[in-house]
Every structure is written in structure tokens, then in C-alpha cells.
């Protein structure tokens, strides 16, 4: 049967300047789109208020329209959907697989210590699971003082919930998914409703996101959003993800690399094709795009 023509997305968080990584991001994503006559959206992740700004985010879509790429429908800004994000966490609650956690950093850290060992996951320590223990009465006591607290996930019920789940990547293929690697992941932060798992999940999936197209980076986070979908009910895509690129010290780039800021290769005189080839595409067709 033939497939539909993809819908992908490409989603910076408006935390700095476009870099080439990014760019290559961007083309990755409108390419895979637009090569099959699909739909290329963008996305603003911007849930941290503390580090995302609307220059950054108006210099970003600058950038990309510079590159001569364009998307469809509007842009989705994620702090413009915050309930959306509250309704799928009350759906979890409701089921019993969110618990509020009050840890600090500190107190994690001091768990960890007098436990002797640290389990790590793709994003680091693991949460050692101080606060899943904790009493009806006792989270009850601790909302009621104002002890600001997080929801995590319990991972092994939902791991139970769930069953076994599986994802294909075009490029990795059949996955078998381990979310477990990430142990009792935060869905909603102290400061805002809602985590980079659940807005992905939720987003890709309001977006009609049929390819999700990444960085390599982003691999592990799959097997998370995996979960999230069948906990949610949510329609599954396929995943793509691509190489990250890196400069001549064979570092990827970063938002310390300053100098391959979009905005400061524009300043050079660079052209757009210039900077798709640097990227690591060519303009004229997609004869020399990486694969
Ligand atoms: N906002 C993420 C980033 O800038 C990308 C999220 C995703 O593609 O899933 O790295």
C-alpha cells in the first residue's frame, strides 16, 4: 500500500541562535518533507520561560526563511498549550502513574551518596525513587505546606500498563523499546506544567507528526515518547535520526560556537546555498543531501 507523504517537523528551543547543527536539523526535516511532497512544520519549544526569548525565537524563523525554507500552517509555540499538556498529565494521574516528587537536587544528590551507587540512565543519575514511597498523607501535607514539587513518572507500573512496545527508525530499524533506561522520568517540572517528553509526545501527536526527524542525541528520548503514546493513546510515527554534525575539531556544534550562528555566517557574507552546503546539503535538488 502506499504511504501517505510524510509529515515531519523541525522544533529549536528559542534558547540562542541558529548554529549549522541546527540548520542541518531544519534541512533534514524540510527535506524529508518536501521530497515526497509532504508537510514540514516548525515548533517552537520555548516551555522554559527562564531561558527562552522572543528574539531568539523571531531570529530563528528569520534564519529559516533566509535559508529559503518554508512550512506549513502556523507556528506552534508550546507555552500556548500548557493546558493541553495539564490534561494528559491529569489522564496519567488519574490511572495512578504519576507521583509528586519534592526532592531537590541536593536531596537527590545525598540519596545517591548514602546509597553507595548510582545507576545511570541516557540523561544521567537515575532518580533512586526517594519519593514514590511516600504516603497519601504524607504528599498531602507536603502540597498543602507548598512544598514545590515535580510528577514523575512510575515507570515500572507503566512499563506493566503498557507491555511490550516496539518503534522503527528508518535508519535503525526495528526498535525494541527500553524506557526503563530512564527510570522514573520527570513529566511535569516544579515551574511549568509539563517536561520535554510529554510536550514532544503530545505536540507530534496534535501536529499529525508522521516522521519525527532528530538528531541522533534524541535517540534514547524514543523509547520514553514510545511509552508516553500507548499510555495516551496517541498514534505512533516513524523516526529518522540523523548524524549530528560536527565542526573541524570533530565537536558537535553548540551554542558556544558562536562564529556558525546562521546570523553571524549571514554577517559573513555567506549565501544560503553556501550555508545548506555547510550544512551538508546541496540546494540543487537533493542529489547531496546526507542520508
Ligand atoms: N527541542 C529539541 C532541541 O532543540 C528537539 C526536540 C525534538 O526534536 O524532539 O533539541
Given amino acids: 500500500m502506499d504511504q501517505p507523504p510524510p509529515v515531519t517537523r523541525f522544533a529549536p528551543s528559542p534558547t540562542g541562535l541558529l548554529h549549522l547543527g541546527h540548520a542541518h536539523a531544519a534541512l533534514f526535516a524540510w527535506e524529508a518533507a518536501r521530497a515526497l511532497g509532504g508537510r514540514f512544520l516548525v515548533r517552537l519549544e520555548d516551555i522554559d520561560a527562564a531561558r527562552?526569548?522572543?528574539?531568539?525565537?523571531?531570529?530563528?524563523?528569520?534564519?529559516?526563511?533566509?535559508?529559503?525554507?518554508?512550512?506549513?500552517?502556523?507556528?506552534?509555540?508550546?507555552?500556548?498549550?500548557?493546558?493541553?499538556?495539564?490534561?494528559?498529565?491529569?489522564?496519567?494521574?488519574?490511572?495512578?502513574?504519576?507521583?509528586?516528587?519534592?526532592?531537590?537536587?541536593?536531596?537527590?544528590?545525598?540519596?545517591?551518596?548514602?546509597?553507595?551507587?548510582?545507576?545511570?540512565?541516557?540523561?544521567?543519575?537515575?532518580?533512586?525513587?526517594?519519593?514514590?514511597?511516600?504516603?497519601?498523607?504524607?504528599?498531602?501535607?507536603?502540597?498543602?505546606?507548598?512544598?514545590?514539587?515535580?510528577?514523575?513518572?512510575d515507570m515500572a507500573e507503566a512499563i506493566r500498563r503498557a507491555g511490550p512496545l516496539t518503534w522503527q527508525d528508518s535508519e535503525a530499524g526495528h526498535i525494541v523499546a527500553v524506557p526503563e533506561l530512564f527510570g522514573d522520568v520527570v513529566l511535569a517540572r516544579k515551574d511549568v506544567p509539563t517536561s520535554y517528553h510529554l510536550a514532544v509526545t503530545c505536540d507530534d501527536a496534535v501536529q499529525g507528526v508522521t516522521l519525527v526527524t532528530r538528531g541522533a542525541d534524541l535517540f534514547a528520548a524514543t523509547h520514553v515518547h514510545r511509552l508516553l503514546q500507548a499510555l495516551l493513546d496517541l498514534p505512533v510515527p516513524c523516526w529518522r535520526?540523523?548524524?549530528?554534525?560536527?565542526?573541524?575539531?570533530?565537536?558537535?556544534?553548540?551554542?558556544?560556537?558562536?562564529?556558525?550562528?546562521?546570523?553571524?555566517?549571514?554577517?559573513?557574507?555567506?549565501?544560503?546555498?553556501?550555508?545548506?552546503?555547510?550544512?551538508?546539503?546541496?540546494?540543487?535538488?537533493?542529489?547531496?543531501?546526507?542520508r
Fill in 52 to 153: 527562552c526569548r522572543p528574539d531568539f525565537a523571531a531570529a530563528i524563523l528569520e534564519d529559516l526563511a533566509w535559508l529559503g525554507l518554508d512550512w506549513d500552517g502556523p507556528v506552534r509555540r508550546q507555552s500556548a498549550h500548557l493546558d493541553e499538556y495539564r490534561a494528559a498529565l491529569a489522564r496519567l494521574e488519574a490511572e495512578g502513574l504519576l507521583y509528586p516528587c519534592f526532592c531537590t537536587r541536593k536531596d537527590i544528590e545525598a540519596e545517591i551518596a548514602a546509597a553507595g551507587h548510582a545507576p545511570h540512565g541516557p540523561d544521567g543519575v537515575l532518580y533512586p525513587g526517594t519519593c514514590r514511597g511516600l504516603t497519601v498523607a504524607e504528599r498531602q501535607d507536603r502540597r498543602q505546606d507548598g512544598q514545590p514539587f515535580a510528577l514523575r513518572l
Fill in 241 to 290: 535520526h540523523h548524524r549530528l554534525l560536527t565542526g573541524a575539531d570533530g565537536r558537535r556544534y553548540a551554542k558556544r560556537d558562536r562564529s556558525l550562528t546562521l546570523a553571524a555566517l549571514r554577517a559573513a557574507g555567506r549565501t544560503p546555498a553556501a550555508v545548506w552546503a555547510m550544512a551538508g546539503f546541496t540546494r540543487a535538488g537533493f542529489a547531496g543531501a546526507e
